[in-house]
């Protein structure tokens, strides 16, 4: 029996599945990496980003499609990590706008919340590129929309759906010749495929055997919290709460001002409007006055309150308490790095919080949600130190109404570690501060040595796994079997002669006598540049190279 519409328990069904069958080929995704170094992890990002989003609507049946669908795109919207990532749970976000208000979908309001993915999609990205998830989700849906008729069940409109997806993926290294070049297809779309194939398999019935358990939740231990013990860390307080007409208009609510009251009760505020729907997050001593505000203006649909000193006693709780929170202050900074020496490094130059990320360890929205938390400032300037984790930071500041929250679009340490020592964060205006920033990391060049974890051609070098490669940007310039030689001849490339600095940051895999007769042989062969070595101990990268 074919399916005429779509609810809120199927639609939960469908995404635990679609999660699930994307951890089948989680590793086939990270397989298909253009760039021969180990730091193919799209296939990861997408599962973390979409398990966000099923964990948030696994257990009790909920039969109103639109809270399903609230729930699941907010969890994903947290949990998002990497461009993939962020991109997957802004398709799902868009598909939950076009669910809004609705219990029970039809064909037409299928096809328009998936129309409503494709836009939410292409607004999450400054420069939008053809030929990768996006590609792959839009052309699908259209084939999809445009097939709709009066006999189109919900079974016929996914397998119409399927079929393009797969149709466009093949045709991605068409639309970008680094795909072609390196003879795969767009990996995103791959793991956007393996989601919908697994939420089609929900759809007619089937099982998909879950290829890794979701984390396990902890049980509390309640005798950690006894009849002598005092409140410290209140209360983590979660709910959705629907705007009721019977009191007041919804749309004369005011959610900064509904935002201000938070903060003045609580903190950790994490506060968004979709439609009539509240999602908030805050931690607070006195929950019940909270709820009890909130009433005012609608009732919930879900809620949790959580003691905090039991997670804390857990070992789960970030070292924030609620009775005596970190005091405010003008300006913060947070960066992203991998590695105790980069970390120690930027810590060493006034950052307040490095997030432990990079090549191959993407921090998910939620990260970067704490690390404000922690900064608690006005202001919040974030290097991100990497292009796959730009977007997640972005989306955090997105989701961030508590501060200021300022990106600076750095894509490596190297420019990360440049900005940060020339900033100036005293200045009044934080726009002349990005100003200023952005001046700073164009001057700057960075060039990485890794070593190849397969063989490939790319940029007219040919690459033998095991080989060390020496690349800026996207293209490799270099390809030798010793590191050392790598790294000078990538120096030469980047003209150290013209920098007044040049930032040696030696991997953790990295030999220490290597590392230091590298270092002499930079420092003789460039006598007129400041040649600085930092033991960075950064993963993936056996040296990084930095030109300022």
Known sequence: METKTLSGVLYSCMLNSGADHLGCYRSAVNDLNVFPIPDGDTGDNMLATVYSGADAVDGEPEADLSAVASRSAHGMLLGARGNSGVILSRIFSGINKGFSGVREADIPAISHAMECGIDEAYR??????????????????????????????????FNDLIDEMQRSLDRTPELLPVLREAGVVDSGGAGLLYIFEGMRRALQGETVERAQPHTEAKHADLDAFGADSVLTYGYCTEFLMRLQ?????????????????????????VAFREGSIVKVHVHTMRPGDILNHCQRYGEFLTLKVENMS????????????????KARKKTGIVAVAAGDGLKETFLSLGVDVVIDGGQSMNPSAADFLDAFDRVNADIVYVFPNN???????????DLYPSSDIRVIRTHSVGEGYAAISMMDASATEPDDVVRDLDEVIATVTTGFVSRASRNAEKDGVHVQEGDYIGFIGDTIYINDRDANDTALALAKQMRPESCGVLLLLVGCDAVPAEADALFEALTKAYPRTEVIRVDGGQPVHQYILVGE
Do not use: C, M, W
């Not at 039991?310 to 929170?325: M, R």
């Not at 796959?388 to 930071?393: G, I, S």
């Open 124 to 157: 999450a990205v400054p420069v939008p590129v053809e030929g990768t998830i996006l590609t792959v989700f839009s052309d699908a849906v259209r084939y999809a929309n445009a097939r709709v008729n009066g006999g189109t069940t919900v079974d016929s409109y």
């Open 245 to 269: 007409t019977a009191k007041g208009d919804p749309d004369a609510f005011d959610l900064n001002g509904f935002i201000e009251y938070l903060n003045g009760v609580g903190n950790s505020v």
């Open 310 to 325: 039991l997670q804390h006693n857990e070992t789960e709780l970030p070292a924030v308490s609620v009775t005596a929170p």
């Open 387 to 397: 292009g796959n984790v730009l977007l997640t930071a972005e989306q955090a500041r």
